[in-house]
């Protein structure tokens, strides 16, 4: 029997030929026909949007993880570490005026010291809880926890030989307040910085563009419009539904991702500018009217016995240095580049405005009283100073109580505001995450759909 033999451009089995390569074969040969190039054309476009929404969601979702870590993470621990530094500066300051009125400190005094002391210690706990990947942070939680014992220590001591009215009660104090400004603010001061750097990079990568999205996205468009072009260009349809679908889809992807992450970013941009910016300034202003209000205790507890090396008076020169900080000069308004200046500016309207004045004005008023008390002191008149200082009324601390409370009042306004315009930041972007696949998923199938109303042509 004979068997029929193959003619010339019918592929045959040939020697050394394998199934995969004859598979191979047929499957170019079909590409290079109508109906093959179209269904190339469908896998492409499909892979291109599923692609386009992957990408998306994964993009926004990764935004909208850093805008709930800024709102919900590290601005409130970074505003816990501040107020750390607040409790511990204001403990050591309530110390001093506790040693200042003699061996009966009073009920009110004591209670402030404690209540800062009991602050400070659950912050503590809570900024150990939550700090993660912060080996700086975790770093100075542990110093502080370590030295905090050491410091209530050393004022219990300093109490005790206060009350038998032995000398020695001011040393301790004056070795506790060095062991306060020399280790415990100094890791405070850390933890401070630590959590707000943190901060700044939470901000940063929610408001980075999403540009791989983008990018996909616009590519995953072009080729859509190039598919129906050329459709056009071989069968005169204008329209075909389902590419024109996807088409639809796509851009509506494209739009809400800029519009929605441009919104967010904005709001983000405003909840730095006028709310996690004044906070870290009326933080720092806080702190140092703090410091400011322990230098001028410690002057009248040292007595001169704590000298710069130019032979002046070390607690009234560090007083007169966060003087400067605050407000600059003794008289007139806030110079330029002082933290109440900056504070002042960076409010934008009379609510966080009209604290920050009343602030300024206070500590203009505490300047004249401390030059009065000084004077007094200076003159060897210590028992007329001392009421200037720690008397209940017409004294540097009750100025130095009112710095403070319009300062905290401006720091609640200021919370307020960022909290505002961080959520609406972060609302923004709801919704498309899921809203991103669900359309991507649509134009996929509108583009298969597309292209399989042309293939049907060809059955």
């Known amino acids: 029997m004979s068997y029929p033999q193959p003619t010339a451009g019918t592929p045959g089995p040939g020697p050394g030929r394998t199934a995969w390569r004859e598979g191979l074969d047929r499957l170019r040969a079909a590409a290079i026909t109508e109906p093959g190039r179209l269904r190339g054309i469908g896998a492409v476009l499909a892979g291109l949007l599923i692609v386009f929404g992957a990408v998306t969601a994964w993009q926004v979702d990764d935004r909208a993880a850093a805008s709930d870590a800024v709102v919900g993470n590290s601005q409130p621990l970074s505003a816990d570490a501040a107020d750390i530094y607040r409790s511990l500066a204001d403990a050591d300051t309530t110390a001093a005026s506790g040693f200042l009125a003699g061996g009966q400190e009073p009920r009110a005094v004591r209670q402030r010291y404690e209540k800062d002391i009991a602050v400070a210690s659950e912050l503590l706990v809570k900024a150990a809880a939550n700090t993660k990947g912060s080996a700086s942070a975790r770093e100075q939680i542990a110093k502080l926890n370590e030295q905090l014992p050491q410091y209530t220590g050393l004022v ?10 032995l000398p020695l009660g001011g040393a301790y104090l004056r070795y506790a307040s060095d062991r306060m400004r020399e280790e415990l603010l100094p890791a405070a001061r850390r933890l401070y910085e630590a959590e707000t750097g943190r901060l700044g990079s939470d901000y940063d990568d929610a408001e980075r563009w999403p540009w791989a999205a983008l990018g996909t996205g616009v590519l995953a468009l072009a080729a859509l419009g190039w598919a129906q072009r050329r459709e056009y260009l071989r069968t005169n349809r204008v329209f075909n539904h389902g590419l024109l679908g996807a088409s639809a889809a796509t851009t509506v992807v494209l739009l809400w991702l800029v519009v929605g992450h441009g919104v967010a970013r904005a709001e983000l941009e405003d909840s730095y500018a006028h709310g996690a910016k004044s906070l870290q300034v009326l933080n720092e202003a806080r702190i140092a009217s703090l410091q400011a209000r322990g230098d001028e205790n410690l002057t009248l507890v040292a007595r001169g016995a704590v000298l710069t090396p130019g032979g002046d008076d070390a607690y009234e020169a560090s007083y007169r240095a966060g003087m400067r900080r605050l407000v ?18 960076l409010a934008d309207d009379s609510a966080g405005g009209d604290p920050v004045d009343k602030a300024i004005e206070d500590v203009r008023r505490w300047q004249q009283r401390h030059g009065e008390a000084r004077t007094a002191d200076d ?14 009324r017409g004294s540097t601390g009750e100025s ?47 583009a298969v759909l597309g292209i399989g109303r042309r293939l049907s042509e060809y059955r």
């Open 328 to 345: 600059g000069g003794d008289r007139g308004g806030p110079e330029r580049g002082t933290l109440l200046e900056r504070a002042r500016s």
């Open 156 to 165: 219990e001591s300093a109490r005790a030989n206060n009350r038998q009215g």
């Open 379 to 392: 003159g060897g008149n210590y028992e007329r100073a001392l009421p200037k200082v720690i008397g209940e």
């Open 400 to 446: 130095f109580d009112r710095v403070d409370d319009a300062l905290r009042r401006a720091l609640t306004h200021e919370q307020g505001e960022f909290r505002r315009a961080a959520d609406d930041g972060r609302g923004a972007l709801a919704g498309l995450t899921a809203g991103a696949a669900v359309l991507a998923v649509l134009g996929a199938a509108g």
